[in-house]
């Protein structure tokens, strides 16, 4: 290697760590541009043709931001109004012990005893929820006081998250609207054959759709048997826990536990233990088994992946990348296995023996 090549590659070391460096704090957003940039390939290559790249790529971020914006919009609106309810309840005094167990009865379904709950659990109901007296209002307020707080200290971070979110929408329009010059120029600069490029992408193609299936199927299937399960059992409200437990699913083994080992829990403090046990048998053998089969199954097959490589791709991906990582982890090893099976390729033939 001449010195002038040298010195090359060292800078591309030096800044190359850098680069790392800088984007490190705002990973989550950069993953999730990419992860949607591929979900939105298909589509941008159709609208391309009739509207031109960067056009497409604007009315699909657009229609992307619309369909989950707006409705997580509406729900942030209903909590906000809900929250300022009980802010004003509270300051009439009206805040009761008999209220809020009305409430949680009517959203979750569940017949609600908070006093036999806190008694049980040697807390005093009264400390928490007073009569209609001066003392048990102004705890409520403290309490409020606190909460809001909180709330303040974490407004003093929004900064970083429109920073981040800016980046976001950057990074996914111009991987949509120049995603086919990035992959040319990615391949006019690598030291590789051509089709051994080829095979890094198809194979980054199938490991990357493995993984998004996977776990959106397992997540489904899971608040799916859920939903069974608490219909069966005389739950109220399964199709809310449903929708609860595929969002919670699409964190593996731990995810749906979130939902029907509270709600045996539950069960248990009031006096319903046949249910209880019931539902935490199914939860047991039915909920949980269904995840550590079908994820590695599901995911493993389609992308050639050992299912124990899988799973550690997906707890792995946990801690290296965050949330993120429930879809990059086994892409991670998926390539490290491909880019493997290409190094041994090189190798020279094995002499014969004389």
């Known amino acids: 290697m001449s010195i002038e090549r040298g010195l090359l590659l060292a800078a591309i070391v030096l800044l190359g760590a850098v680069a790392v460096l800088m984007v490190l704090p705002y990973e ?16 941008q290559r159709r609208l391309r043709e009739r509207v031109g790249s960067r056009t497409s790529a604007g009315l699909l971020i657009v229609g992307s ?8 919009g509406v729900l942030l609106g209903v909590a906000v109004s809900q929250a300022s309810a009980i802010l004003v309840a509270i300051e009439r005094g009206e805040f009761s012990l008999g209220a809020i167990e009305s409430q949680l009865s009517e959203r979750t379904g569940i017949p609600m ?4 709950i806190l008694s049980e659990g040697n807390l005093d109901p009264s400390a928490l929820f007073g009569g209609s007296g001066g003392d048990s209002t102004t ?11 909180n709330v303040v200290s974490v407004l003093g971070s929004l900064s970083d998250i429109a920073i981040g979110i800016t980046l976001f929408l950057f990074v996914l329009y111009y991987l949509l609207a120049d995603g086919p010059a990035l992959a040319a120029w990615l391949r006019s600069v690598s030291p590789v054959r051509d089709t051994t490029i080829d095979r890094l992408y198809e194979r980054s193609d199938r490991l990357m759709w493995a993984v998004v299936f996977g776990n959106i199927l397992v997540a489904v299937v899971q608040g799916v048997l859920v939903g ?3 219909a069966a059992l005389g739950v109220p409200n399964a199709i809310f826990w449903t929708i609860a437990t595929t969002i919670l699913a699409l964190l593996p083994i731990i995810g749906a536990s979130v939902v029907w080992i509270p709600a045996t829990g539950y069960l248990v403090l009031v006096d319903r233990p046949v249910i209880a046990v019931a539902l935490f048998g199914y939860g047991a053998l039915v909920v949980s088994l269904s995840d550590n089969y079908l994820r590695p199954m599901i995911g493993g097959r389609e992308a050639r992946l050992n299912p124990g490589l899988f799973v550690v ?14 879809f990059f982890g086994p892409v991670v090893l998926g390539l490290l296995k491909v880019l493997v099976e290409l190094f041994a390729e090189y190798r020279p033939p094995a002499r014969s023996a004389m």
Request: proline residues 4%; glycine residues 14%.
């Open 313 to 326: 791709g997906l707890f792995g991906g946990l801690t290296v990348f965050g949330f993120m990582g429930l």
């Open 228 to 230: 069974i399960g608490f």
């Open 65 to 72: 931001f619309l369909a989950v914006i707006v409705p997580l």
């Open 28 to 43: 989550q957003y950069l993953l999730l541009a990419i992860l949607l940039a591929y979900l939105l390939y298909p589509l």
């Open 113 to 116: 005893d908070i006093e036999r």
């Open 139 to 149: 705890a409520l307020l403290d309490g409020a006081s606190q909460v809001l707080g």
